[in-house]
């Protein structure tokens, strides 16, 4: 397709065990974003990938997360040993990577930890 | 941090009416954009100001620019019950190929029919 795809769209967990979102981004877009929003809140910036430059994690909220991007398309994010708090929607976004350029996203992957 | 606050957070109108959002940020910007989002799914551009412009048009929606107040405000004119969602703005700063974009908490506006 077209669009930026995400999956799982759904996602329930049990507290302590890992998991894995993944976002395929518009193709030559090489700019990725994640971001997360819980319930009611706005968008919460987690990780940057652009181009082969190191990424921008500044965002993450704790050492259970991280995120890759292989080939500079597929991205994966990770929560190692997830906790209640972790559940949200997590929004993939990718962009052309030039300022003023629109940024594209998913539908977001609904995460339940329990 | 470039990241905008809109205000209010919350707007409830009668279908019909305009709906005006505001947006302030703190560093000087190359252009800023407005977001909506439906229902907690992903974002869609709505529309891009650029730093040198005071107003923008697109359909029903008016955006304008004061950067000597660091503010945007975006105009919804005759609103439709399904301009019910929430906005965000997204100010950057560009410079080149590293720039990312940060969004508020967003106004979540309330269109009854």
């Known amino acids: 397709g077209a669009g930026v795809s995400q999956s799982p769209s759904n996602k329930v967990t049990e507290k302590g065990k890992d998991v894995e979102l993944r976002c395929d981004p518009i193709?030559?877009?090489?700019?990725l974003y994640w971001y997360r929003q819980s319930l009611g809140q706005g968008l919460e910036f987690l990780i940057y990938?652009?181009?082969?430059?190191?990424?921008?994690k500044s965002g993450l909220p704790s050492d259970r997360f991280s995120a890759e991007r292989t080939g500079g398309s597929v991205s994966t994010l990770t929560i190692q040993r997830t906790q209640q708090e972790d559940s949200a929607v997590y929004l993939c976004?990718?962009?052309?990577?030039?300022?003023?350029?629109?940024?594209?996203f998913g539908e977001g992957s609904w995460l339940t930890v329990v | 941090s470039q990241q905008g606050e809109e205000d209010p957070q919350a707007l409830s109108i009668q279908e019909g009416e305009n709906a005006t959002m505001n947006c302030s940020y703190k560093?000087?910007?190359?252009?800023l954009q407005w977001y909506r989002q439906n229902s907690g799914r992903g974002l869609v551009h709505l529309i891009l100001?650029?730093?040198?412009?005071r107003e923008k048009h697109s359909g029903r929606l008016r955006v304008t620019l004061d950067t000597s107040k660091k503010s945007s405000s975006l105009l919804i004119t005759a609103s439709r019950a399904a301009d019910t969602a929430s906005y965000f703005c997204a100010p950057s700063r560009g410079g080149g190929s590293n720039y990312k974009l940060t969004f508020g908490k967003g106004t979540l506006l309330t269109v009854n029919p």
């Open positions: 100001i650029r730093s040198n412009e």
């Open positions: 976004a990718s962009g052309s990577g030039q300022s003023g350029n629109t940024i594209y």
């Open positions: 193709s030559g877009h090489t700019a």
């Open positions: 560093t000087s910007i190359n252009n």
């Open positions: 990938f652009q181009g082969n430059s190191a990424p921008d």
